[in-house]
């Protein structure tokens, strides 16, 4: 009777919460490693480069007019600019790489 239940307790441990604690990992170190200069889309979809880098904030730069906004890293979506809209395709750092 207790054999199933640690079994399915097992698979949602490695179909489920592994793979999400992996992602929030990569996500953290992702965003521990930006730099000035590194080009970065928010999870509003806003793109810019970054300008200066502080302790829980940066400071990005948009477009040709040069807007500064400061947003919390935390609202870091990818670094590289989305190539697609649902946000499944290719950065532009990952094309680099290749």
Partial sequence: MILPF???IAVFYFLLIR???KKKKAAAKMRSE???GDEITTIG???GTICAVKEDTIVIETGADRVRMEFTKWAISTKGTQATENGAGETKD???KK
């Fill in 45 to 47: 979809g806003i793109v």
């Fill in 94 to 96: 990952s094309k680099d």
């Fill in 19 to 21: 793979p999400e604690n």
């Fill in 6 to 8: 640690v079994l399915l």
């Fill in 34 to 36: 930006l730099a000035v």
